[in-house]
C-alpha cells in the first residue's frame, strides 16, 4: 500500500503560480511512476503530467505543456507539481497518484493504483 496526501491547493488570481505537493508513505516511493491527474466539476478526471522513478522521463499534458514542471525527491518521498501562468480552466481537483507501470503507460489513468484524497486550485479570472 501507498498512502498519498496533497497539499498546497488554494485560490489564486489568472496568471498566478501554485506549487502542489504530494508526500507519500507506505512502500517505496521511489519505485513508483507518480502522476497528477485533475477533475472538474462535472467532467472527467484528466491527466495533468507524470515522472518516472528516477525523474528522467517526464509527460506532460498538451493543456500544460510549458507552464507546469512535475518534479520528485525520492530522499523526501515527495511529488511536486510547480504551476505557473494558471488560468481558469485549470481550476479542478488536482490528484497525485502513484502505478508500477511502464513509461509507455504513464499518461494512462487506468495504469494508477494508489490514489490522493485531492486539494481544490481555484484560479479566478
Known amino acids: 500500500q501507498v498512502q498519498l496526501v496533497e497539499s498546497g491547493g488554494g485560490l489564486v488570481q489568472a496568471g498566478g503560480s501554485l506549487r502542489l505537493s504530494c508526500a507519500a508513505s507506505?512502500?517505496?516511493?521511489?519505485?513508483?511512476?507518480m502522476g497528477w491527474f485533475r477533475q472538474a466539476p462535472g467532467k472527467e478526471r484528466e491527466f495533468v503530467a507524470a515522472?518516472?522513478?528516477?525523474?528522467?522521463?517526464?509527460y506532460y499534458a498538451d493543456s500544460v505543456q510549458g507552464r507546469f514542471t512535475i518534479s520528485r525527491d525520492n530522499v523526501k518521498n515527495t511529488l511536486y507539481l510547480q504551476m505557473n501562468s494558471l488560468k481558469p480552466e485549470d481550476t479542478a481537483v488536482y490528484y497525485c497518484?502513484?502505478?508500477?507501470?511502464?513509461?509507455?503507460?504513464?499518461?494512462?489513468?487506468?495504469?494508477?493504483?494508489?490514489w490522493g484524497q485531492g486539494t481544490q486550485v481555484t484560479v479566478s479570472s
Open positions: 507506505g512502500r517505496t516511493f521511489s519505485r513508483y511512476v
Open positions: 497518484a502513484a502505478a508500477y507501470t511502464t513509461a509507455q503507460a504513464m499518461a494512462v489513468r487506468s495504469s494508477y493504483d494508489y
Open positions: 515522472i518516472s522513478w528516477t525523474g528522467g522521463i517526464k
